[in-house]
Each structure stands twice: as structure tokens, then as C-alpha cells.
């Protein structure tokens, strides 16, 4: 059962810190709840204050920017990405991810900012986010400020938010020209709504000689946040992005991960699927850079 608790909503953002600082560990932001009312029916979080911050308009929308690229709220569900048209101009693959997330229930209420504050390790998004070089803002009591999604994540279901923070929007950079994404999620059951492993990766192309000038590969699901293969990168930037290096790309990456053995798979098989859907990935993401 579910513990009695007080029950804020405030309509702003500078209402919502100054009511987090004023409540301090007491207190929980509460977005869509498809993971916080989780944790609180099972007594693994027993907040005395719940925030509810679906109140606040500075935290809805969906806007691109031709400088700073694509905003997201933090409060905008998982569903309204998915059938967003601005994203489906702009990162088409980001809806095509948000039909894999969970089921539609999750999708309806859950948010894409509370995906990243709950810090969850078997996750889509953060991986995603980290491939594009998105940051997230943040607001406290003290001001705001803007972090890469990579410093967020700094454990599994913790993050670099302080007591009296909160993440109010997502911004993903225009990507460059002769850019290809792709992201590969391998469930190990149908019955299992969370991925096993995740694999998003980014390229850029040298458009005259199709030489590959960066690389962002990112690992989710096989570490306590997502992994990126840096050796990996660095095997393919500078060289054409041929089936051989492809190959050394993904050996370097399933060594670079570092999965837990589990209910979905032993380490070695996660090793064994990261080099698959790296590998993949790469091969898809190559292509798309190369017909842009
Ligand atoms: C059954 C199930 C399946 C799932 N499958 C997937 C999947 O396949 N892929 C995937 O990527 N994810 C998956 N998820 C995770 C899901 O995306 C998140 O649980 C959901 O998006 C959380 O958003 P929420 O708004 O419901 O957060 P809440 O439950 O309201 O909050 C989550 C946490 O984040 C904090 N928080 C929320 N918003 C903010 C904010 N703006 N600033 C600071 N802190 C904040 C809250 O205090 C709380 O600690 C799944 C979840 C469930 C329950």
C-alpha cells in the first residue's frame, strides 16, 4: 500500500524549485508517474511531498530551431513524440524508436523527461540522445543550465540533478550534413517490454571521399548508464567505413561494454549482441550518411 502524502502543483517552473528546496529529500517531482507510481506501490520510495509538475506549460512543446535544433520538453509523452510531425521532419528515426518504447499505456503518460531523471538502465532513450549530442536543460532555485545527457546519467537510477532541480528541456543539434543514424533495440522476449540491449549510432561522412569524420557509438543497457565505445570511434574516424573496419568497430565495442549477467542473457551473450547490432548499425548508418 501506498503510503498517505501531500500534494503540490505548481505552475511554474521557479515555483516548482523553490518548493523542491524547500521540501528537500522529503520531497518528488512527479511527471507521468508511469515509473514513480511503480516504486511507491512497492514501498521502494516513500515521499512525504509529491510535486506534480504537469502544470507547468514552460515544460510542453515540441520546436525546432534553425541554430539550436530540435526542443523537447521535458513533460512531452513518449506518444506525442512518436506521432510529433516536427520530429518526423526532422529526426524521423526518433518516432520510429518511440513506437519500440514499452506499450502504448507507458507511451501515453510517460515522459521523456522523467525517461532521463529516473535514470533507468534499461532504457531506449538515453543512448539516443547521447549518439545525437543532445544536452538537457536544467533549472534550480540558484539559475539554469545546460548538460550533455552524458553527464546527466551518472549511475543507474541516479543522476546529476541536485535536491532542487529540474530537467525542463531536451535539445538535439541539427545534425551535420552527410550524417546517418540508425539505433537497433534487441529484446530477448516478446513478453519483455524493456530492451535487453540498444545499440544508437552516428555518423558524418567526408562527402567528396565518404571518409568517416565522426563517429558516435553508443551501448545502452549494458552498464549502469550508456556506454559509449570510444576505441571503436576511433577505429573508424579517418578511414572509409568498409566492411573490415566495420568488423574491428564492433569486436572493439563488445569489448568495451559492460554488461551484467541476467534474466535477459549472460554477459557473454550481451557481448555477442552488441558486436551483431553494432555491426549493423554501422553497416545502415554508413549508407544513410552516404546518400545524404
Ligand atoms: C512497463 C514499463 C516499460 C518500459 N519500457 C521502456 C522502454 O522500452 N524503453 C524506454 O526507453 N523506457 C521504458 N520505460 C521507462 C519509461 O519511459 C519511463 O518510466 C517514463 O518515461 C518515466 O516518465 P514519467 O513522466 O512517467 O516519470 P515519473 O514516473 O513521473 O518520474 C520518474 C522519475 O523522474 C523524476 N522526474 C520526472 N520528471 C522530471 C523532471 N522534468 N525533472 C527532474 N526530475 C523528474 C521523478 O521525480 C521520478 O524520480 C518503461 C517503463 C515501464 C513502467
Keep these: 500500500m501506498m503510503r498517505a502524502f501531500d500534494y503540490l502543483q505548481p505552475t511554474t517552473v521557479a515555483e516548482a524549485c523553490e518548493l523542491l528546496k ?55 509523452t513518449h506518444r506525442e513524440v512518436e506521432t510529433s510531425e516536427i520530429v518526423r521532419e ?105 530492451p535487453c540491449v540498444g545499440v544508437a549510432v552516428c555518423l558524418a561522412l567526408d562527402p567528396a571521399h565518404k571518409i568517416c569524420e565522426s563517429a558516435r557509438i553508443v551501448m545502452g543497457c549494458v552498464g549502469p548508464t550508456p556506454v559509449r565505445a570510444s576505441r571503436a570511434e576511433q577505429l573508424l574516424i579517418g578511414n572509409p567505413v568498409q566492411p573490415a573496419v566495420i568488423q574491428e568497430a564492433a569486436k572493439s565495442a563488445a569489448q568495451e561494454c559492460r554488461p551484467v549477467s541476467d534474466l535477459r542473457g549472460s554477459e557473454a551473450y550481451k557481448r555477442a549482441v552488441v558486436h551483431a547490432l553494432v555491426r549493423r548499425a554501422l553497416s545502415t548508418a554508413a549508407e544513410r550518411a552516404s546518400v545524404n
Excluded: W
Excluded at 25 to 54: F, H, N, Q, S, W
Design 22 to 76: 524547500r521540501h528537500g529529500a522529503r520531497a518528488r517531482l512527479y511527471a507521468g508517474g508511469a515509473y514513480l507510481t511503480i516504486v511507491m506501490k512497492e514501498g521502494l520510495l516513500e515521499p512525504e511531498v509529491l510535486i506534480d509538475i504537469k502544470k507547468i506549460p514552460e515544460l510542453r512543446g515540441i520546436h525546432f530551431d534553425a541554430g539550436e535544433g530540435l526542443h523537447i520538453g521535458a513533460l512531452v
Design 90 to 194: 526532422k529526426f524521423p528515426i526518433l518516432c520510429d524508436i518511440e513506437k519500440q518504447v514499452a506499450n502504448i499505456r507507458v507511451r501515453n503518460v510517460g515522459t521523456v523527461g522523467g525517461n532521463l531523471a529516473s535514470g533507468e538502465p534499461l532504457t531506449d532513450l538515453p543512448q539516443v540522445f547521447i549518439a545525437l549530442d543532445a544536452r538537457v536543460k536544467i533549472s534550480g532555485s540558484s539559475g539554469e543550465r545546460a548538460v550533455p545527457v552524458e553527464e546527466l546519467l551518472v549511475d543507474s537510477y541516479q543522476t546529476s540533478l541536485a535536491q532542487d532541480e529540474i530537467l525542463t528541456r531536451i535539445v538535439i543539434p541539427p545534425l551535420p550534413p552527410d550524417s546517418g543514424i540508425e539505433y537497433i533495440r534487441f529484446s530477448s522476449s516478446s513478453v519483455v517490454d524493456k
